[in-house]
């Protein structure tokens, strides 16, 4: 029964993924973003890796539309690595949403992606899979309380609003400051 | 397969209440064995199932959900009727499964995300095998064979229950069996050996009397004689007599063996 029903899900989730793609062309003009025929094939072939890599099963259209929308007015997005940023995000998309235990909805995780792709990762999309993702998928595993999580709790206890997600990871930052001492001996160090 | 998929579908959509696009692998399947457990209830075959475009799919999962929710309030007041006059005897494998698993279940149990989930390990062990049946349904004829064995153990004092329990096995609080099994091998004990008191332990000539008759006996014939023992039980019904007969087989050939090895002094 496993196998069969498995590839009957695989089977449905390839449908239309690609016209939904292309249809998001529509969306992203404004921005200059396209995406070409191939793209959109790659992209529907990528999905369908990410989503057995992670192990996970998607109905309908996917994340793919939400990933555009929430992404395509980022400063960073240009239509040169367009296809190849999506694809790189989607796949962090899925493995993230398996790495935090389903405690995210996509809205929580896209919002993240979102803002920290833009500050402080600059659209560096493997700086941001490989460092701020990994920190915040650990952060939730290990009992950080998402904006949505707080809202669910505030239902109860009428406490104040909740923070954004920027004030809520603010702990994330793991690296030291700025240090004016090492900067000096770098400087004597090339001299 | 759509409409089955659809099905599916709607109830991922549920699952995640819309706030997750894609669920892991183990979730999907579980919430596809929850869909094809209720339609198979309502008579569908697993293979038709995935072949249908049936449109009226739907109303029928509805249908069997409705049941689904109606049969555990049935268990419910099965467990509660069960619960009124309720003996353990001691034994915490009984016990515990009544008393402390069973309202779990009745809490936790999810007739839409997983109903075909029983959840309990239902450690006590009945006479009926019941692994062929998964969720309400499981635990519906687990509780059926508890009413029958409880009214099994109230035609005797709970005193003397006890006693012939220990008499079986000093820490029969803690062992795992199924009482009437032990009280059903007493009483066809006594009537092997030819004495009248359950009560009282056997002395070495009751066992060697015991042990010739076995011999002379056989499995077959004494398996009939135990049977003519449960029904002659005052006070059951044909559904009392069908269930207890289901440990006529293993007490005859526990006898046999313990009359072949001299041991049944261990044994009744």
Avoid at chain 2, 176 to 187: A, C, D, G, R
Wanted: with cysteine; hydrophobic share 40%; glycine share 6%.
């Amino acid at each position: 029964m496993e196998k069969k029903f498995m590839a009957m899900m695989l089977q449905e989730t390839q449908r239309k993924d690609r016209e939904q793609l292309l249809a998001c062309n529509q969306m992203t003009q404004d921005w200059g973003l396209q995406l070409t025929e191939e793209d959109a094939a790659a992209l529907a072939a990528a999905r369908q890796t990410a989503l057995e890599g992670s192990g996970r099963i998607e109905f309908d259209g996917g994340i793919m539309p939400e990933l555009i929308r929430t992404f395509c007015d980022s400063p960073y997005l240009q239509q040169d690595s367009y296809a190849q940023t999506l694809e790189l995000l989607q796949e962090a998309f899925y493995q993230c949403k398996s790495e935090a235990m389903e405690l995210l909805t996509d809205r929580e995780l896209l919002d993240f992606m979102r803002e920290y792709f833009d500050d402080p990762c600059r659209g560096d999309a493997e700086y941001l899979i490989s460092t701020w993702l990994d920190r915040f998928t650990r952060a939730v595993r290990r009992g950080f309380q998402t904006p949505s999580a707080y809202s669910r709790r505030d239902e109860y206890t009428l406490s104040a609003g909740c923070p954004t997600c920027r004030e809520a990871c603010g702990s994330l930052q793991e690296e030291e400051g700025w240090s004016y001492e090492l900067f000096l001996q770098t400087l004597e160090n090339m001299e | 397969m759509d409409e089955f998929m659809n099905l599916v579908r709607r109830l991922t959509q549920r699952y995640t209440a819309g706030e997750s696009t894609s669920v892991p692998e183990e979730t999907a399947l579980q919430l596809a064995e929850a869909v094809l457990f209720i339609l198979g209830r309502q008579g569908w075959e697993q293979e038709a199932l995935l072949s249908t475009k049936e449109a009226r799919l739907e109303a029928v999962y509805e249908e069997g959900k409705g049941q689904i929710l109606a049969e555990v309030r049935q268990a419910q007041s099965l467990y509660s009727g069960i619960m009124e006059n309720f003996t353990s005897c001691g034994n915490l494998a009984l016990e515990d499964t009544m008393q402390k698993g069973m309202p779990q279940f009745f809490l936790r149990y999810d007739a839409e995300f997983a109903p075909q989930d029983h959840l309990l390990t239902l450690d006590y062990p009945i006479l009926e095998h019941l692994e062929h049946l998964q969720g309400i349904d499981r635990i519906i004829a687990y509780l059926r064979c508890i009413r029958l064995e409880q009214d099994f153990l109230h035609l005797l004092p709970e005193r003397d229950l006890i006693q012939i329990l220990r008499q079986w096995n000093p820490s029969f609080r803690t062992h795992i069996f199924n009482l009437p099994q032990i009280v059903l091998s007493k009483t066809a004990a006594c009537l092997l050996a030819g004495t009248g008191s359950l009560r009282k332990p056997f002395d070495r000539t009751e066992y060697e009397v015991m042990e010739e008759r076995i011999r002379q006996l056989g499995q077959q014939n004494l398996g009939e004689v135990v049977m003519k023992a449960v029904e002659k039980l005052p006070g059951l019904k044909a559904d009392h007599r069908d269930y207890l007969a289901l440990a006529v087989p293993g007490i005859a050939a526990e006898f046999v063996t313990g009359a072949e090895n001299r041991c049944l002094e261990r044994m009744v």
